[in-house]
Protein backbone atom coordinates (compact mmCIF):
# COMPACT_ATOMS: atom_id res chain seq x y z
CA UNK A 1 0.00 0.00 0.00
CA UNK A 2 0.67 3.69 0.12
CA UNK A 3 1.57 4.02 3.93
CA UNK A 4 3.79 6.57 5.38
CA UNK A 5 5.00 6.82 8.40
CA UNK A 6 6.83 9.85 9.95
CA UNK A 7 8.41 10.36 13.14
CA UNK A 8 8.75 12.47 15.62
CA UNK A 9 5.06 13.43 15.96
CA UNK A 10 6.25 16.32 18.16
CA UNK A 11 9.82 18.05 18.09
CA UNK A 12 10.58 21.13 20.19
CA UNK A 13 14.19 22.89 19.39
CA UNK A 14 15.85 25.77 20.79
CA UNK A 15 16.09 29.07 18.20
CA UNK A 16 19.45 28.12 15.88
CA UNK A 17 19.51 24.01 16.09
CA UNK A 18 19.21 21.93 13.89
CA UNK A 19 15.34 19.64 13.12
CA UNK A 20 15.15 16.45 10.97
CA UNK A 21 12.16 14.88 10.71
CA UNK A 22 12.08 11.44 9.00
CA UNK A 23 9.28 9.20 6.79
CA UNK A 24 9.30 5.61 5.82
CA UNK A 25 7.50 3.89 2.90
CA UNK A 26 6.77 0.67 2.00
CA UNK A 27 5.36 1.01 -1.37
CA UNK A 28 8.46 1.10 -4.33
CA UNK A 29 6.47 2.32 -6.85
CA UNK A 30 6.83 5.94 -4.81
CA UNK A 31 8.31 8.40 -6.82
CA UNK A 32 8.05 11.58 -5.58
CA UNK A 33 8.34 13.03 -1.91
CA UNK A 34 6.93 16.53 -0.82
CA UNK A 35 7.19 18.34 2.08
CA UNK A 36 4.02 20.70 3.33
CA UNK A 37 4.68 23.59 6.13
CA UNK A 38 1.33 23.96 7.73
CA UNK A 39 0.58 26.98 9.97
CA UNK A 40 -2.98 26.65 12.22
CA UNK A 41 -5.96 26.98 10.03
CA UNK A 42 -4.02 27.47 6.74
CA UNK A 43 -3.38 25.30 4.14
CA UNK A 44 -0.37 22.81 3.44
CA UNK A 45 2.57 24.99 2.09
CA UNK A 46 5.08 22.98 -0.34
CA UNK A 47 8.05 24.01 1.29
CA UNK A 48 10.25 21.22 -0.68
CA UNK A 49 10.17 18.52 -2.79
CA UNK A 50 12.72 15.62 -3.98
CA UNK A 51 11.96 12.78 -7.07
CA UNK A 52 13.29 9.27 -6.98
CA UNK A 53 16.09 9.59 -9.82
CA UNK A 54 17.62 12.34 -6.67
CA UNK A 55 19.54 11.84 -3.20
CA UNK A 56 19.06 15.35 -2.13
CA UNK A 57 17.95 18.51 -2.77
CA UNK A 58 18.78 21.84 -0.86
CA UNK A 59 16.98 25.22 -0.58
CA UNK A 60 18.63 27.40 2.32
CA UNK A 61 18.09 26.38 5.41
CA UNK A 62 15.72 23.22 4.26
CA UNK A 63 16.88 20.28 2.87
CA UNK A 64 15.20 16.63 2.05
CA UNK A 65 17.50 13.49 1.55
CA UNK A 66 16.11 10.29 -0.19
CA UNK A 67 17.39 6.61 0.37
CA UNK A 68 15.18 4.72 -1.85
CA UNK A 69 17.16 1.30 -0.76
CA UNK A 70 15.86 1.85 3.10
CA UNK A 71 12.56 3.68 1.87
CA UNK A 72 12.87 6.58 3.83
CA UNK A 73 13.86 10.48 3.82
CA UNK A 74 14.00 13.14 5.58
CA UNK A 75 13.39 16.93 5.99
CA UNK A 76 16.28 18.79 7.54
CA UNK A 77 15.57 22.50 8.81
CA UNK A 78 19.17 24.41 10.11
CA UNK A 79 19.12 27.53 12.10
CA UNK A 80 15.85 27.17 13.13
CA UNK A 81 14.02 30.29 13.60
CA UNK A 82 11.05 30.68 15.42
CA UNK A 83 8.24 31.49 12.88
CA UNK A 84 9.50 27.53 11.36
CA UNK A 85 7.28 26.66 14.34
CA UNK A 86 4.38 24.67 12.39
CA UNK A 87 3.01 21.43 12.13
CA UNK A 88 5.15 19.42 8.60
CA UNK A 89 3.65 16.81 6.89
CA UNK A 90 5.58 14.38 4.43
CA UNK A 91 3.72 13.14 1.65
CA UNK A 92 4.34 10.84 -1.27
CA UNK A 93 2.77 9.87 -5.07
CA UNK A 94 3.37 6.56 -6.67
CA UNK A 95 4.50 7.19 -10.46
CA UNK A 96 1.80 8.02 -12.86
CA UNK A 97 -0.75 8.59 -10.36
CA UNK A 98 -1.64 12.39 -8.94
CA UNK A 99 -2.65 12.28 -5.53
CA UNK A 100 -0.85 12.29 -2.58
CA UNK A 101 -0.24 10.06 0.87
CA UNK A 102 0.63 12.19 3.45
CA UNK A 103 2.07 11.13 6.76
CA UNK A 104 0.75 12.13 10.43
CA UNK A 105 2.59 15.13 10.65
CA UNK A 106 5.02 16.76 12.82
CA UNK A 107 4.63 19.45 15.37
CA UNK A 108 8.05 21.74 15.24
CA UNK A 109 8.22 23.87 18.23
CA UNK A 110 11.38 26.63 17.63
CA UNK A 111 12.45 27.97 21.22
CA UNK A 112 13.38 31.67 21.25
CA UNK B 1 0.68 33.42 -8.75
CA UNK B 2 -1.96 31.80 -9.61
CA UNK B 3 -4.54 30.37 -7.27
CA UNK B 4 -6.88 27.98 -6.68
CA UNK B 5 -10.19 29.33 -5.13
CA UNK B 6 -12.57 27.61 -2.90
CA UNK B 7 -15.97 28.81 -1.72
CA UNK B 8 -17.53 28.77 1.20
CA UNK B 9 -14.30 29.64 3.72
CA UNK B 10 -17.10 28.09 6.06
CA UNK B 11 -19.64 26.46 6.87
CA UNK B 12 -22.06 25.16 9.47
CA UNK B 13 -24.68 23.21 8.74
CA UNK B 14 -27.40 21.11 10.64
CA UNK B 15 -26.72 17.40 10.13
CA UNK B 16 -28.33 15.59 7.80
CA UNK B 17 -28.46 18.37 5.16
CA UNK B 18 -26.78 18.30 1.63
CA UNK B 19 -23.66 20.77 1.24
CA UNK B 20 -22.00 21.72 -1.82
CA UNK B 21 -18.62 23.22 -1.60
CA UNK B 22 -16.78 24.70 -4.78
CA UNK B 23 -14.00 25.19 -6.21
CA UNK B 24 -12.21 27.21 -8.84
CA UNK B 25 -9.11 25.61 -10.22
CA UNK B 26 -5.92 26.89 -11.75
CA UNK B 27 -6.94 27.61 -15.70
CA UNK B 28 -4.43 25.17 -17.52
CA UNK B 29 -4.78 22.63 -14.45
CA UNK B 30 -6.47 19.06 -15.90
CA UNK B 31 -6.34 17.33 -12.19
CA UNK B 32 -8.24 18.24 -9.74
CA UNK B 33 -8.68 16.28 -6.21
CA UNK B 34 -10.93 16.80 -2.98
CA UNK B 35 -8.67 16.37 0.24
CA UNK B 36 -9.89 16.58 3.51
CA UNK B 37 -8.16 17.00 7.20
CA UNK B 38 -10.10 16.47 10.42
CA UNK B 39 -9.21 19.10 13.20
CA UNK B 40 -5.85 17.70 15.03
CA UNK B 41 -5.49 15.17 11.94
CA UNK B 42 -3.27 14.26 8.74
CA UNK B 43 -4.64 15.56 5.27
CA UNK B 44 -6.39 12.71 3.35
CA UNK B 45 -7.18 11.86 0.08
CA UNK B 46 -10.59 11.61 -1.44
CA UNK B 47 -10.96 12.08 -4.61
CA UNK B 48 -9.18 12.55 -8.11
CA UNK B 49 -10.86 13.75 -11.15
CA UNK B 50 -9.83 13.74 -14.75
CA UNK B 51 -11.09 14.63 -17.88
CA UNK B 52 -14.92 14.85 -16.41
CA UNK B 53 -14.86 11.59 -14.53
CA UNK B 54 -13.75 10.08 -11.06
CA UNK B 55 -10.22 8.28 -11.20
CA UNK B 56 -9.57 7.29 -7.59
CA UNK B 57 -11.15 7.65 -4.69
CA UNK B 58 -10.55 6.52 -1.03
CA UNK B 59 -12.46 4.35 1.20
CA UNK B 60 -14.06 7.52 2.61
CA UNK B 61 -15.60 8.58 -0.49
CA UNK B 62 -18.52 6.83 0.00
CA UNK B 63 -22.17 7.43 -1.25
CA UNK B 64 -22.99 10.22 0.48
CA UNK B 65 -20.26 12.15 -1.56
CA UNK B 66 -20.53 13.07 -5.04
CA UNK B 67 -18.08 15.34 -7.46
CA UNK B 68 -18.65 17.39 -10.70
CA UNK B 69 -17.39 19.69 -13.02
CA UNK B 70 -20.83 21.04 -14.12
CA UNK B 71 -19.91 24.47 -15.66
CA UNK B 72 -16.46 24.03 -16.69
CA UNK B 73 -14.92 26.35 -14.70
CA UNK B 74 -16.29 25.01 -11.11
CA UNK B 75 -15.18 21.51 -9.49
CA UNK B 76 -18.03 21.00 -6.56
CA UNK B 77 -17.71 18.44 -3.65
CA UNK B 78 -21.00 17.41 -2.76
CA UNK B 79 -22.50 15.51 0.89
CA UNK B 80 -25.56 14.72 0.06
CA UNK B 81 -26.52 14.07 3.80
CA UNK B 82 -24.21 15.38 6.36
CA UNK B 83 -23.10 13.37 9.59
CA UNK B 84 -20.97 15.09 12.47
CA UNK B 85 -17.81 13.27 11.76
CA UNK B 86 -17.74 14.65 8.31
CA UNK B 87 -16.71 18.48 10.06
CA UNK B 88 -13.41 18.86 9.23
CA UNK B 89 -11.40 21.70 6.35
CA UNK B 90 -11.67 20.37 2.97
CA UNK B 91 -9.32 20.95 0.25
CA UNK B 92 -9.78 21.36 -3.34
CA UNK B 93 -6.33 20.84 -5.26
CA UNK B 94 -5.21 20.65 -8.62
CA UNK B 95 -1.59 19.97 -10.74
CA UNK B 96 -1.18 20.31 -13.71
CA UNK B 97 0.50 17.97 -16.61
CA UNK B 98 3.95 18.90 -15.94
CA UNK B 99 4.48 17.17 -12.69
CA UNK B 100 3.70 15.96 -9.34
CA UNK B 101 3.17 19.62 -7.16
CA UNK B 102 -0.15 20.31 -5.86
CA UNK B 103 -1.77 23.74 -5.95
CA UNK B 104 -3.90 23.61 -2.31
CA UNK B 105 -6.89 25.96 -2.10
CA UNK B 106 -7.16 27.77 1.11
CA UNK B 107 -10.18 25.48 2.34
CA UNK B 108 -13.51 24.99 3.05
CA UNK B 109 -13.97 24.69 6.96
CA UNK B 110 -17.08 22.48 7.17
CA UNK B 111 -18.85 22.31 10.84
CA UNK B 112 -21.54 19.83 10.96
CA UNK B 113 -23.79 20.50 14.05
Known amino acids: GENVEQHPSTLSVQEGDSAVIKCTYSDSASNYFPWYKQELGKRPQLIID?????GEKKDQRIAVTLNKTAKHFSLHITETQPEDSAVYFC???????????FGDGTTLTVKP | EPEVTQTPSHQVTQMGQEVILRCVPI?????FYWYRQILGQKVEFLVSFYNNEISEKSEIFDDQFSVERPDGSNFTLKIRSTKLEDSAMYFC???????????FGEGSWLTVV
Open chain 1, 50 to 54: IRSNV
Open chain 1, 91 to 101: ALNRRNAGKST
Open chain 2, 93 to 103: ATTGVSGNTIY
Open chain 2, 27 to 31: SNHLY
